[in-house]
């Protein structure tokens, strides 16, 4: 767990951010502002297979631009080649608009999301799938191998297509956020009832916004397996 903080980073609280790895695959989940630093305790940039983005709001992205820089202007040892980069489509307009005519792909690959796109990594299948954040391109993530199953939600409002992906996983990782904050979120309590629905084993609570606490949030959210808040460096094996 890199970072669970929403909209914006706290003291030791990054935004959204989180490192998989599964054999020798390895993939960046989401890039909020302040999870590359986290990050770099675990792997380089250099080591990574792919980043995946759930979608482009900048607490989901931001630290995207500090990898871009890391990559293009000094990390050792330097990837041999470009950092695979999946994301909805409008990643590279931002880029360019970043970053001007200085933005080339030579060390970032742009990979468009869509709905029910898969790729493999080894044994690791990355599933994507479209959910409902009210408006922009948004997706979550079923991540498997072989007996072994993670679903993380991204940021959406309860829809059918992220209870598809829930079914049966091992690890559900849930925003939950305050009702008031936003309603394209999940409440800590529909995070629940989505682990319960799904058969999930064991729910971790992500993205808490400013008006709950983490341990607010778990309390609130009633469900009989196993349930905690993505404590940053805490490691989920299974
Ligand atoms: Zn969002």
């Known amino acids: 767990m890199l970072g669970n903080a929403a909209p914006y980073p706290q003291p030791d609280r990054p935004c959204s951010g ?7 695959a390895s993939v960046w989940v ?3 502002p302040g999870s590359l630093a986290e990050l770099l305790r675990h792997t380089s940039l250099s080591s990574l297979d792919a980043v995946w983005l759930s979608h482009l709001h900048l607490d989901h992205i931001g630290d995207l631009l500090n990898a871009y820089y890391a990559l293009a202007y000094g990390e050792l040892p330097a990837r041999e080649v470009p950092l695979p980069v999946y994301a909805p489509a409008g990643l590279a307009d931002r880029l360019t ?11 970032l690959e742009l990979r468009p999301l869509s709905d029910g796109h898969q790729f493999e990594l080894g044994d690791l299948t990355l599933l994507s799938r479209s959910v409902d954040h009210g408006g ?7 991540a498997s191998s072989p007996g072994h199953a993670l679903v993380y ?7 059918p297509a992220l209870d598809a992906l829930a079914h049966d996983a091992d690890l559900l990782l849930c925003e939950a956020n305050d009702p008031v904050a936003n309603p ?3 409440t800590p309590q529909q995070a629940a009832d989505l682990a319960r629905r799904s058969g999930t084993r064991q729910l971790v609570l992500t993205h808490v916004g400013p008006l709950l606490t983490p341990a607010a949030a778990v309390a609130q959210a009633v469900f009989d397996g196993p349930t905690t808040h993505a ?8």
């Open 18 to 24: 989180y490192l998989l790895r599964a054999g020798a």
């Open 30 to 32: 989401d890039a909020g």
């Open 97 to 107: 608009g970043f970053f001007g005519s200085g933005f080339t792909n030579d060390v």
């Open 136 to 142: 922009p391109e948004a997706y979550a993530l079923r």
């Open 153 to 159: 939600s991204g940021d959406c409002t309860p829809c």
């Open 184 to 186: 394209f979120h999940h």
């Open 231 to 238: 404590e940053i460096g805490t490691t989920f094996t299974f």
